[in-house]
């Protein structure tokens, strides 16, 4: 019997019975990829079939030494899709996939992967894909194989509601998704030997390339027998989150700063902190401040943050909310909206999952500390690396791709991108400029443009596409690196070494580190100007 090898699962949850057929879902491919490679154990004597459109995926991940190795013992039986079948109807090239893998023999027993994309699910009719299903449930259930059936893509949420119409026919469905930075695994439903569980969640911790049940540490208040905390209605607020002179309602009160209102938060249950953010405030700290808060108050405590310089970006955004602020305020011309909002969060409790740690969290910031141009393939690679640090900081990113106009030379638009921020990294092949433009939401796509590039674009590329999704992300990048293997793609690094721009530098310069204890920094010096001596004539 296979079972899924993840220390700290119940075993009816690890269990993987033979001749039966089970369905794992994720908005991405690697959520599928990485659970399915846990269940392929280093004592595996059976054979497994892996039927995939991205069966590299499967080799390539971080979790797949007990495949390569089943491999090298030819156990494992890959087969992808070939540009022909792409054209097949889903019907046809199901009945190839049954076809061509029950031609085996000592099927009994196997482990097999079938893994889809809900593009590829989408060209049929929800009755047309029961049957699909149904076709693999008896492929099962006849030669004896354990099924896992993978479904990955953007619109994997409405095939959740259609597989938990079609419970009959599947034993178990899981729902892999990532939130606050950490793996989450939904059992909606899971048949194991001793009977049926449904509804329950794991929180996943990732240790050395090996998922591991992660217990939940936040210290749960329990709700009085009135059903209601006795500071509920309590606001505290830093006196600088609202306007001089504002008269506040009864039960607000106010501190001076943020780190007295953080000394207060362990004496209370259920009340809302409304933190200041300042262009002088340190994010960091703050942070951490909201995350040990969180961690030991529990999920009652109300964290707010006022944004009252609106310097807080996009990214820092998401790192408050994944450390455990219920809400970001911008209205801080407007107490009266603040106060209605703050209203609106009291009497309910935090829900999300909090990460193992805060540096946890801040390790996927530092993947993206590379920016500027890439050759190629290593760009196809780092912006892949770059998604899926979005998706675990909870951030957005796009790729935009821009195609040069007829006879002009890729240099000199090449010349004019002048990167800022890391994470932000572009390349070029076949008359196409690739930029991954990293914590970009979609609608802001146009404005960064006109930040790194120095001219009209218009006046070098005749389109721009935009690819906002992450999983789009990842499929474009391994579709660019699959059709560009073996050709040669023209590397322009050495051309762009006097554009030093896009350069990270992650050393702080002397003026800087001089004037640390002062809020804002200012440097005189020009480097860039030559001084010369004026006389006038007599």
């Given amino acids: 019997m296979h079972n899924f090898n993840i220390p700290g699962l119940e075993p009816a949850a690890k269990e993987l019975k033979s001749a039966s057929s089970y369905a794992v879902l994720a908005p991405l491919d690697n959520f599928v990829v990485e659970l399915a490679l846990h269940a392929v154990n280093q004592s595996l004597s059976n054979d497994i079939y892996i039927v995939s459109q991205e069966v590299e995926s499967f080799f390539e991940s971080p979790y797949s030494a007990a495949l390569n190795n089943a491999y090298k013992r030819n156990k494992v039986h890959p087969f992808s899709f070939s540009s022909e079948t792409q054209h097949y109807s889903i019907e046809r090239t199901n009945k190839g996939i049954i076809k061509e893998v029950s031609a085996y023999k000592n099927l009994k027993n196997a482990l097999v992967f079938i893994h889809l994309s809900t593009e590829l699910l989408s060209a049929t009719s929800e009755a047309k894909i029961g049957v699909i299903l149904s076709d693999y449930s008896e492929f099962a259930k006849k030669s004896g194989v354990t099924l896992l059936f993978l479904i990955s893509g953007p619109e994997v949420t409405h095939y959740r509601f259609l597989m938990r119409r079609l419970n009959t026919i599947f034993d178990g469905l899981i729902f892999v998704d990532n939130d606050s930075a950490t793996r989450v695994l939904?059992?909606?439903y899971w048949l194991h030997s001793t009977g049926v569980f449904a509804e329950k969640q794991f929180q996943l911790a990732i240790e050395n390339n090996q998922f591991a049940v992660s217990e939940t540490n936040i210290n749960e208040q329990k709700m009085p027998n009135g059903s209601h905390f006795p500071d509920e209605d309590d606001v505290w607020l830093v006196q600088s989150a609202v306007p001089i002179g504002t008269k506040l309602p009864t039960h607000y009160y106010t501190a001076k700063d943020n780190n007295e209102l953080f000394d207060k938060g362990p004496k209370l249950?259920?009340?809302?902190?409304?933190?200041a953010v300042t262009r002088y405030t340190d994010l960091a700290q703050?942070?951490?401040?909201?995350?040990?808060l969180r961690k030991s108050c529990g999920r009652w405590l109300k964290l707010v943050i006022q944004n009252v310089d609106g310097v807080i970006r996009h990214q820092d955004e998401c790192l408050f909310l994944t450390l455990g602020v219920n809400l970001i305020l911008y209205s801080f011309s407007e107490p009266s909206r603040l106060?209605?909002?703050?209203q609106s969060i009291q009497g309910f409790q935090f829900s999300r999952p909090l990460p193992p740690s805060v540096e946890h969290v801040?390790?996927?910031t530092e993947n993206t500390f590379s920016k500027g141009y890439l050759p190629f393939d290593e760009f196809t690679r780092q912006v892949e690396v770059h998604s899926d640090?979005?998706?675990n900081l909870g951030v957005s990113g796009v790729l935009v791709k821009l195609e040069l106009l007829p006879r002009i030379d890729p240099i000199h638009p090449l010349h004019l991108f002048h990167i800022k921020r890391e994470g932000d990294v572009f390349s070029l092949a076949d008359n196409t400029v690739y930029l991954y433009l990293h914590a970009c939401r979609e609608n802001d796509v146009n404005n960064a443009i006109k930040h790194l590039f120095k001219l009209q674009t218009n006046d070098f590329f005749v389109q721009q596409n935009v690819i906002s999704d992450h999983f789009h992300i990842q499929q474009e990048c391994k579709q660019l690196r699959r059709f560009y293997a073996g050709k040669p793609v023209v590397d322009y690094s050495k051309q762009l070494t006097e554009n030093d721009s896009y350069?990270?530098?992650?050393?702080?310069?002397?003026?800087?580190?001089?004037?640390?204890e002062t809020p804002e920094f200012t440097n005189d010096a020009r480097p860039d100007a030559v001084s010369f001596v004026m006389r006038l004539k007599a």
């Fill in 186 to 188: 939904d059992y909606d």
């Fill in 269 to 275: 249950k259920a009340a809302t902190l409304v933190f």
């Fill in 286 to 292: 703050l942070g951490k401040q909201c995350f040990e």
């Fill in 339 to 342: 106060l209605s909002q703050i």
């Fill in 362 to 364: 801040l390790k996927f």
């Fill in 389 to 391: 640090s979005a998706v």
């Fill in 503 to 516: 350069k990270f530098e992650p050393s702080v310069s002397k003026n800087i580190t001089e004037a640390l």
